[in-house]
């Protein structure tokens, strides 16, 4: 079983950046893929960003292109969504979910991704 355990959520001010954290642990495959989804009050679950095992393929919502970065590290077993220039628009629970391998067509759907960790609160002020 793959856990997965996210970190780093706060409340920030806009315009200011945040990054968050996704420790996987358990037996993870070692082609593992790796994406953030959000939700926000309201509002049903979206995709943001997702990467593959081995960072050469990534891809990004629209409304964060150029603001938010994902990242990985193997060694720790741990990605990253660092996020910049942050708005109350970007207010929203974000979760970590990962798969077994990357799809280059459907890495934005949801219901492709295995392992899901509980969510870290984001809230920007405006």
Do not use: H
């Amino acid at each position: 079983q793959v856990q997965l355990v996210e970190s780093g959520g706060g409340l920030v001010q806009a315009g200011e950046s945040l990054t968050l954290s996704c420790a996987v642990s358990g037996r993870a495959p070692s082609n593992i893929a790796m994406a953030w989804f959000r939700q926000a009050p309201g509002k049903d679950r979206e995709f943001v960003a997702a990467i593959n095992w081995s960072a050469a393929f990534k891809n990004y919502a629209d409304s964060v292109k150029g603001r938010f970065t994902i990242s990985r590290d193997s060694a720790k077993n741990t990605g990253y969504l660092e996020m910049r220039n942050l708005g109350p628009e970007d207010t929203a629970v974000y979760y970590c979910a990962a798969r077994t391998g990357y799809s280059v067509t459907y890495y934005y759907r949801q219901p492709l991704y295995e392992y899901w960790g509980q969510g870290t609160q984001v809230t920007v002020a405006s």
